[in-house]
């Protein structure tokens, strides 16, 4: 069955510092990978995606991922991190069946000043 | 401009009381989702649908029923509401990209059933 493992819980990084929330999955083939972020009291908004091609994807503001089929990762990468990033980050891929979605535990990042 | 509205954003209700929330999309998407999400849980379905007049169960559906009665809408009922059902609702709208998983967001109701 397809999974989604987050394995950090909580990622704690000074502001400016770069920036790794690591994601695992086991899915049949190549799956579709996203990453959400959920800002407090917001609800999740789609970061970046893969769905084929450059293993490396670029997101929305300066976030970017690297699929590796032969460690089964996307991880999120950020050069530079800001306090404003500080939110839940959601790794995810395409449950069975259709219309549904796997969603992993989510990793909390706090940036400190 | 937001995609995926909810209403209402903050609920409060008595224990065998009667809910409805609410959500909205102007995506055209076909499809759409109700979530809860609770400390130590993460994000579960509980209903969702492909079309207007459908509805299916999701993961934890006791409790809740859904009604989709066109493309935008989509309610979630609580019929007898308990206090195990206090949480915060999303509903997402997405359709066939990604293989169903990328999805749109509303910003969620929080509820307290007392």
């Known amino acids: 069955a397809q999974s989604v493992t987050q394995p950090d819980a909580r990622v704690t990084v000074s502001e400016g510092a770069s920036l790794q929330l690591r994601c695992k999955y086991s899915y049949s083939a190549t799956p579709y990978l996203f990453w959400y972020v959920q800002y407090p009291r917001q609800g999740l908004q789609l970061l970046l995606k893969?769905?084929?091609?450059?293993?490396v994807v670029q997101g929305v503001n300066s976030f970017e991922a690297e699929f590796s089929k032969s460690n089964s990762s996307f991880h999120l990468q950020k050069a530079s991190v800001h306090w404003s990033d500080s939110a839940v980050y959601f790794c995810a891929l395409p449950g069975t069946g259709g219309y549904k979605v796997v969603f992993g535990s989510g990793t909390r990042l706090l940036v400190s000043p | 401009e937001a995609a995926v509205t909810q209403s209402p954003r903050n609920k409060v209700a008595v224990t065998g009381g009667k809910v409805t929330l609410s959500c909205n999309q102007t995506?055209?998407?076909?499809?759409m989702y109700w979530y809860r999400q609770d400390t130590g849980h993460g994000l579960r379905l509980i209903h969702y649908?492909?079309?207007?007049?459908?509805?299916e169960k999701g993961d934890i559906p006791d409790g809740y029923k859904a009604s989709r009665p066109s493309q935008e809408n989509f309610s979630l009922i609580l019929e007898l509401a308990t206090p195990s059902q206090t949480s915060v609702y999303f509903c997402?709208?997405?359709?066939?990209?990604?293989?169903?998983?990328?999805?749109?967001f509303g910003p969620g109701t929080r509820l307290t059933v007392l």
């Open positions: 995506n055209n998407h076909n499809n």
């Open positions: 649908s492909y079309g207007a007049g459908s509805t």
């Open positions: 893969y769905y084929s091609g450059d293993p």
């Open positions: 997402a709208s997405g359709d066939a990209l990604g293989g169903y998983a990328e999805q749109f």
